[in-house]
């Protein structure tokens, strides 16, 4: 499994790779973007999710020097994925603290590390689902539906959780825009 730096670097390479292949007009890219289906569709339908917390060594590092525990800050992302997956009805099947384990089924990752390009702490959130492509030779694969990047601005606990509860609350937000709750289930 790919590092969050190497992820990162890996995601800076893509995007180099295909912003000459953009259109080149205001018009073009905004008939482009009307034929792309809502970020949000992919979470039509999503039942549950297992959790994984990843804490790069270079953040857990950075959490001690700032006197913070690691262990300490992964279960209280643990609980905040708990709480806001459980607003929303998203039941979670597990939780998983380990870069090597698998699961089965659609993960959503917390993930905390440094920028490499700042230097600080960044947060990553990640829903990654097994697809299958519908061509020969019907390759599965793990493939990234939703994700949002954020700098809590500081290695401390406090804005590493209120950084966390934030992203989790737009997926929450981008779940209910897929998923209308209708009015006696409100």
Same mark, same amino acid.
């Given at each position: 499994m790919l590092s969050l730096k190497r992820l990162q670097m890996a995601s800076v390479l893509v995007a180099a790779m295909l912003l000459p292949a953009l259109p080149a007009t205001l018009p073009a890219a905004q008939a482009q973007a009307r034929a792309l289906p809502s970020p949000t569709v992919s979470l039509a339908g999503l039942k549950s999710v297992n959790v994984r917390i990843l804490v790069s060594s270079d953040a857990r590092q950075g959490l001690k020097t700032a006197g913070e525990h690691p262990t300490a800050v992964e279960e209280a992302l643990e609980a905040i994925a708990?709480?806001?997956? #459980? +607003?929303?009805? &998203? #039941? +979670?099947?597990? &939780?998983?603290?380990?870069?090597?384990?698998?699961?089965?089924?659609?993960?959503?990752t917390i993930g905390v590390d440094t920028d490499i390009t700042t230097g600080s702490f960044m947060i990553v959130?990640?829903?990654?689902?097994?697809?299958t492509l519908v061509r020969p030779p019907n390759t599965k694969m793990t493939l990234t539906t939703w994700s949002a990047v954020q700098h809590p601005g500081s290695n401390e606990m406090g804005p590493i959780k209120d950084t966390v509860a934030d992203i989790l609350d737009r997926f929450d937000a981008d779940y209910l825009s897929a998923n209308p709750r209708s009015p006696a289930g409100q």
């Open positions: 708990r709480q806001k997956l #459980a +607003l929303v009805g &998203v #039941a +979670l099947q597990s &939780v998983v603290r380990d870069r090597q384990a698998g699961s089965e089924g659609s993960a959503l959130v990640n829903l990654e689902e097994p697809v």
